[in-house]
């Protein structure tokens, strides 16, 4: 199994992310998936998260309106569009399978700086 997220880096105030996370070794459409985030000194916390067919969506209140979380039955992949980013984005996102056993990918960081 083996979950595995791309897509972060370095942006400045205001721009746009679209982080990946490829998935292999399970049945990926039976699971939900979700985005999580761990900011330095915090706990992690759920950013958003999507049923097994796309048709259930839901984000934390501080992400609304400026992140949108997709995913790719196809292309074993979900994705999370990061816009409008500010400092308090900047995390290790880390992407989450869940159905009857949890998985998790190792992260990819997200720094929002000028």
């Known amino acids: 199994v083996q979950l595995v997220e791309s897509g972060g880096g370095l942006v400045q105030p205001g721009g746009s992310l679209r982080l990946s996370c490829a998935a292999s070794g399970f049945t990926f459409s039976t699971y939900v998936m979700s985005w999580f985030r761990q900011a330095p000194g915090k706990e992690r916390e759920l950013v958003a998260q999507?049923?097994?067919?796309?048709?259930?969506?839901n984000y934390a209140d501080s992400v609304k309106g400026r992140f949108s979380i997709s995913r790719d039955n196809v292309k074993n992949t979900v994705y999370l569009q990061m816009n409008s980013l500010n400092a308090e984005d900047t995390a290790v996102y880390y992407c989450r399978a869940v159905h009857i056993f949890s998985y998790w990918g190792q992260g990819t960081q997200v720094t929002v700086s000028s």
């Open positions: 999507i049923g097994r067919n796309g048709g259930s969506v």
